[in-house]
């Protein structure tokens, strides 16, 4: 096994006993997208012009990648816990890879969001959603989802360890909110003004949850100016592996060299 693998594993182990430790935020991570999947289904649905089921059909898909997008938030608040804390300090001075601890941290994240997509989708189906396309384009939806994650993840821990203090991060992680409300997470793009449709469907979201709708068969994809949401798939995957070749490298680097 190679020495980031082998280190790698090591990591994810101790995160995933972070995370197990702190059963309040797992139960906050895990219930908060039900939550808001029946206040908006229920409350957003009855003033919209779809009906109800139909919009909870819209809904869940782009709840699911708004609830990836949060890799941002999580990912930069768990880097500068550590960083603020010393701990990562601590680890520089360990003989391992540079590239296993943010590595360790990011599966880490990728398994508890894996774990926590299945009750939300249980709950999607309650509420009137069904999967219309085939099982293997519903694994690609969901695998598209996690690699989705994967690649807002790494975002949040290189802003993690720049910042250095997780208030900091926590403050700067409260704005990733904004971020699904300028995509086509929570209504169609189609009513907004041009500028803005034109913002919101270049946003890496609105790509992933009109892929996630083409592939569970609730939605086509809607006609669209911007390349991302005209091709779906192909944009999704474009916007996670430019988030992964770039922020991937710069995080391991800066872990690597701290403040310098």
């Known amino acids: ?22 059963p309040g935020l797992i139960i906050l991570t895990q219930t908060m997208p039900i939550t808001m999947l029946l206040f908006f289904g229920y409350v957003f649905g009855s003033a919209l012009a ?12 782009g709840l699911l990648v708004a609830t990836a997008a949060n890799g ?48 939300f989708l249980l709950v999607g189906l309650a509420v009137g959603w069904r999967i219309e396309g085939s099982a293997l384009e519903a694994v690609g939806a969901v695998g598209l989802l996690l690699l989705f994650r994967f690649a807002t993840t790494w975002v949040g821990i290189f802003l993690g360890l720049l910042t250095r203090n997780e208030e900091a991060a926590g403050q700067l992680g409260g704005a990733t909110f904004l971020l699904p409300l300028l995509s086509n997470a929570y209504i169609p793009t189609d009513g907004l003004p041009g500028w803005l449709r034109t913002v919101a469907e270049w946003n890496p979201i609105s790509a992933v949850a009109t ?50």
Do not use: K
């Open 72 to 119: 941002i938030m999580t990912g930069m608040f768990q880097a500068a816990q550590d960083t603020h804390r010393g701990v990562t300090d601590r680890f520089r001075t360990l003989p391992m890879s540079r590239g296993a601890v943010p590595l360790g941290q990011a599966v880490a994240d990728l398994v508890v969001t894996a774990a926590g997509t299945v009750p």
């Open 50 to 61: 779809m009906p109800g089921e139909e919009y909870r059909s819209f809904l869940v898909p």
């Open 1 to 22: 096994m190679s020495t980031l693998a082998y280190d790698g594993s090591a990591m994810l182990g101790r995160q995933l006993r972070r995370i197990r430790n702190n």
């Open 211 to 260: 892929a996630l709708r083409d592939l569970f068969g609730n939605a086509p994809a809607p006609n669209s100016a911007a390349w991302p949401v005209a091709h779906p798939v192909a944009g999704s995957l474009a916007w996670c592996a430019a988030l992964l070749v770039l922020f991937a490298p710069l995080a391991v680097r800066r872990y690597a060299h701290g403040e310098r």
